[in-house]
């Protein structure tokens, strides 16, 4: 089994569904970014010293009675060989808060989170409860983000040469870059197109 469903052991699951919403409207529910990453470097540490015990009492009572010990030798395991595979984002960009708003027909609830997010595309997703305050974990939980997201900054490389079988493509989508004098404009697009269809259109083009 992979990392992402041994850490979903301890996530705590929400019930409800997750909904957009701006943030102002819930100012009171926001809890201190700079205290979460307090706890949050702590945690990291922990994990980094390979302490599961000390790690597992970050989270509040009422969680830490449902983890069991083999869960948090598990995950403490786990997340410390990510740590040295990938490095620990340090860059305030990579480092961020967010507010969940997670409702149902009776009730709301919300829950503060400080993501790392790492350069492979996965999240780091440490969760805080106002009930529990700054200083006591309710989750976490580690994910894959599509390269799309907001967060994630792809590095890319220009390509100068490229090669490839034209009888091995079936259908293709090109995208490419005007450079950096953009002028020419498409739909609501300047400098920037794409280009696809099949193989007959791509040794053909119209």
């Not at 996965?122 to 799309?148: C, D, R, V, W």
């Amino acid at each position: 089994m992979n990392v992402l469903k041994h850490i979903s052991l301890i996530l705590i699951i929400f019930a409800g569904h997750t909904t957009a919403q701006t943030p102002d409207r819930f100012r009171s529910q926001i809890l201190s970014e700079d205290e979460m990453l307090i706890t949050t470097g702590r945690a990291i540490q922990l994990i980094q010293e390979n302490k599961p015990t000390e790690f597992k009492n970050l989270f509040a009572p009422d969680i830490r009675k449902t983890i069991s010990d083999s869960q948090i030798m598990q995950l403490t395991e786990q997340l410390n060989s990510l740590f040295k595979n990938e490095k620990i984002p340090t860059d305030k960009r990579d480092i961020l808060p967010s507010l969940q708003v997670t409702g149902n027909s009776k009730d709301t609830l919300f829950v503060n989170n400080i993501n790392y997010n790492f350069k492979s595309s996965q999240t780091l997703i440490f969760s805080f409860l106002k009930k529990y305050g700054t200083k006591e974990l309710a989750g976490i939980h580690l994910k894959k983000q599509p390269l799309n997201t907001g967060n994630h900054r792809p590095n890319l490389k220009q390509i100068e040469d490229f090669k490839f079988n034209v009888d091995d493509i079936t259908w293709f989508r090109i995208y490419y870059d005007e450079g950096p004098n953009k002028v020419t404009k498409f739909k609501n697009e300047t400098g920037y197109f794409a280009v696809q269809g099949d193989a007959e259109k791509f040794e053909n083009p119209e």
